[in-house]
């Protein structure tokens, strides 16, 4: 088969795709996929990768692979994919997880996306998410698209609600030991993201050198400035140093050493 | 004061609702095996309701996954703690000597539901000479019911555990079965629905009624591969378990009547059972 950046490269062969109502009742099917990884835990991989180079977002799926080498539980992200004007991938952190589930069994690789535009087909029948030619991401397990209605649109956060009470509930009812969330990069969507976890008390990692919303996190916990995130179960991980990663997720029980 | 009663975790939901919760509360079970146990046996003896304790228990000992049943119990309206004997005895025992399985009654609202400083939780309180409650030893229930005016019907019990099994199959990869026992109308529909979906069905026979019926309906089993049929004996009933796949890690056994001079000592005899299972893999 000839892979492109619009083959579908997970283990099943196809991505489920769910919908969901950001006020709506709490998608039971798509949250069941979850359970189907080997170990109780989970991820999200929240950011994004502006002002990153080529070779920047290369090296960021290397360090998340080399962290997350034996890895066995949910790698949960936004759902989307970007291609470049040559129909070439366009990585993002939204590539993470199934780069990351491509390299080590037992993990399932989720997503979700907020309907900020009307969908479409578009060419042989591609899926289009917006006017910007973003797409369904084809190496996740399965995928939640949240609208708000038939009619409407959301912004860019409007799944965050939607994935924190999904993971509350993996936590409450599941028997999920752990869940956590890193930061890399991203600008106010994230940082809303990395205060909510921060706020739940569950292991918050902000990557240092990453850019942006990230790392002015960290300025502000380094400078004491007022709104800096506090707390034991907020770290800071240099993007030069993924073992150093992989450490304190094996410390807060994300990765199992047997 | 009084002993406050127990009533486990419960649920609350609507015919057609889907409940995440419910279903994730599931996925905590040590495996991944959904069992549905339907049937009757109404105004049976105390013997011959020991009987089918007994014969559940001992088939099912080492059982680990998720049972789904009735979720009530019945209990004398003279005396709360004289246990009415009955078909939803059945599956707390098991949870009881099997403490790594999960256990959700569904409970169809069939009329109002209330507080009682004596039974605490009351399901029903027709002019019978018992009182109707959740059992108390299971890990939650779920009351079903149309809308807040209008009750549920006994189909709906049926009708959700086929839905939530439905989405661990689907979505999760889970094994699932139906056992039938005795029953009337109600449990005919569920035989009839899960025989159709294909899904397996295990009808145990010499209970009676509709679960005889269908056993001996040799039409209906060629039409349905798989529908299988035990009889009420617990060799028969925990080969056909361990052969369906149910009680995963332990092999078929042939000479289960003869341990202990005929009587049976079953959790010596389970663990032996799966030790050589795992000795052999």
């Known amino acids: 088969m000839n892979i492109t950046a619009q083959t579908v490269i997970n283990k099943s062969g196809k991505v489920d795709l769910f919908v969901s109502e950001s006020s709506g009742v709490l998608p039971a099917n798509y949250m069941l996929v979850a ?62 997880p199934g780069y990351v589930a491509q390299k080590n069994d037992g993990i399932i690789a989720l997503g979700t996306a907020p309907r900020t535009d ?52 993996w936590r409450s009812y599941a028997g999920f030991e752990h869940v956590g969330l890193i930061s890399w990069n991203g600008g106010a969507v994230t940082e809303a993201e990395f205060r909510a976890t921060a706020n739940r008390k569950w292991p918050t990692i902000l990557i240092q050198g990453s850019g942006r919303a990230t790392d002015d996190a960290i300025q502000a916990i380094v400078g004491e400035l007022p709104g800096a995130l506090q707390g034991d179960h907020v770290y800071v991980v240099d993007k030069s140093d993924p073992l150093a990663l ?10 199992l050493i047997i | ?41 109404g105004y049976m003896s105390v ?74 939780f009351i399901i029903s309180d027709d002019n019978n000479p018992w009182i109707t409650i959740p059992h108390p030893d299971q890990d939650f229930f779920v009351i079903v019911q149309r809308s807040v005016d209008q009750s549920a019907d006994w189909n709906d019990e049926w009708q959700e555990c086929y839905n939530v099994t439905k989405r661990l199959r689907t979505y999760c990869d889970w094994t699932s079965l139906l056992i039938a026992y005795n029953g009337g109308g109600v449990t005919e529909k569920e035989i009839l629905t899960i025989a159709a979906a294909g899904w397996p069905v295990l009808l145990v026979n010499g209970g009676g009624r509709k679960t005889d019926e269908y056993a001996a309906n040799e039409e209906f089993l ?60």
Request: glycine share 10%.
């Open chain 2, 47 to 120: 013997e011959d309701a020991n009987g089918l304790y007994d014969l559940y228990s001992q088939a099912f000992s080492g059982f680990n996954g998720v049972m789904l049943f009735g979720g009530t119990r019945m209990v004398s309206r003279i005396d709360r703690n004289t246990v009415i004997p009955g078909i939803t005895e059945v599956v707390p025992r098991i949870k009881h000597e099997n403490p790594g399985c999960v256990v959700l009654g569904v409970v169809p609202r069939t009329e109002d539901v209330k507080l009682d400083t004596t039974y605490g």
């Open chain 1, 35 to 96: 359970t189907k990884a080997k170990s109780k835990v989970a991820l999200r991989i929240a950011g994004g990768c502006k002002n990153m180079s080529e070779q920047d977002k290369l090296d960021m799926l290397d360090f998340f692979a080399t962290a997350l080498i034996g890895y066995s539980g949910v790698l949960f992200s936004g759902a989307t994919r970007q291609l470049t004007a040559d129909g070439l991938l366009d990585p993002m952190v939204t590539d993470v």
């Open chain 1, 118 to 169: 009307a969908w479409s087909l578009q060419g042989e029948s591609a899926f289009i998410l917006d006017g910007y030619g973003t797409r369904p991401n084809p190496t996740m397990d399965a995928i939640l698209l949240v609208q708000d209605g038939p009619d409407a649109t959301l912004d860019w956060d409007g799944d965050v609600p939607v994935y924190l009470k999904i993971m509350e509930s």
């Open chain 2, 1 to 41: 004061m009084f002993d406050s009663p127990v009533v486990p975790k419960s649920f609350f939901m609507n015919v057609g609702e889907n409940s995440a919760n419910i279903a994730l509360s599931l996925t905590v079970a040590k495996e991944k095996v959904i069992v549905r146990i339907t049937g009757g046996c």
């Open chain 2, 222 to 281: 060629a039409a349905h591969p798989n529908v299988r049929v035990c009889e009420k004996n617990v060799r028969d009933f925990r080969n056909t378990l361990i052969e369906m796949g149910i009680l995963l890690g332990f092999r078929k056994s042939l000479n289960l009547q003869v341990v202990n001079g005929g009587k049976i000592n079953l959790r010596e005899y389970i663990n032996y059972e799966h030790n050589s299972t795992n000795s052999n893999k």
């Open chain 1, 246 to 255: 992989r450490q304190l997720l094996i410390d807060n029980g994300f990765i």
